[in-house]
């Protein structure tokens, strides 16, 4: 997405817009990208809300104090994770761990994309509430109703939503 700066900026825009209606620019101090593609959409998001940036690394530095976490954060400072989409959850709650051994509060992350593969379900187990913008089902029905994908490409995608 970020090769594309005008289908980026509107994206990030329609994070931010997200934002600010489900949870308000007061229920958190910082933002956090979630590695790798998060990181773009955060970086952004955080400018425009004017917001400090952090980021999570998939390892920790070999170096140093050996953190997890690039950036600053204060012990109960209330952090909100952003990735572009969710699947599983996996990268979101090894994220939200490691903001929370710095000290940080996680109570919600944002995303793109809900794939529909359990992944809001385990973000509740650690008690983060998920907000996204687009759940795949809805989106691939969307596209089949405007037949820009075939019924098998329709199908192919559905299959993968996790049944409730």
Same mark, same amino acid.
């Given at each position: 997405?970020?090769?594309?700066?005008?289908?980026?900026?509107?994206?990030?825009?329609?994070?931010?817009?997200?934002?600010?209606?489900?949870?308000?620019?007061?229920?958190?101090?910082?933002?956090?990208?979630?590695?790798?593609?998060?990181?773009?959409?955060?970086?952004?998001?955080?400018?425009?809300?004017?917001?400090?940036?952090?980021?999570?690394?998939?390892?920790?530095?070999?170096?140093?104090?050996?953190?997890? &976490?690039?950036?600053?954060?204060?012990? +109960?400072?209330?952090?909100? $994770? *952003?990735? %572009?989409? !969710?699947?599983?959850?996996?990268? @979101?709650?090894?994220?939200?761990?490691?903001?929370?051994?710095?000290?940080?509060?996680?109570?919600?992350?944002? &995303?793109?994309?809900?794939?529909?593969? +359990?992944?809001?379900?385990? $973000? *509740?187990? %650690?008690? !983060?509430?998920?907000?996204?913008? @687009?759940?795949?089902?809805?989106?691939?029905?969307?596209?089949?109703?405007?037949?820009?994908?075939?019924?098998?490409?329709?199908?192919?995608?559905?299959?993968?939503?996790?049944?409730?």
């Amino acid at each position: 997405m970020p090769s594309f700066p005008e289908a980026f900026q509107k994206v990030c825009d329609y994070y931010i817009t997200l934002i600010k209606q489900d949870l308000g620019t007061n229920s958190f101090e910082r933002i956090a990208g979630v590695p790798t593609a998060g990181m773009a959409f955060a970086s952004v998001i955080a400018y425009h809300l004017k917001k400090p940036f952090l980021y999570s690394r998939q390892q920790a530095k070999t170096h140093g104090r050996g953190r997890k &976490v690039e950036g600053i954060i204060m012990p +109960g400072e209330r952090i909100l $994770l *952003a990735d %572009d989409l !969710i699947t599983t959850g996996q990268s @979101l709650r090894k994220a939200a761990s490691a903001m929370r051994a710095e000290g940080g509060i996680v109570n919600d992350a944002v &995303v793109l994309v809900d794939r529909e593969e +359990g992944g809001n379900e385990n $973000l *509740a187990k %650690d008690k !983060i509430k998920l907000h996204y913008l @687009l759940k795949v089902g809805e989106a691939a029905n969307k596209l089949y109703q405007m037949g820009t994908i075939t019924e098998e490409e329709y199908k192919t995608i559905t299959k993968q939503v996790k049944k409730k």
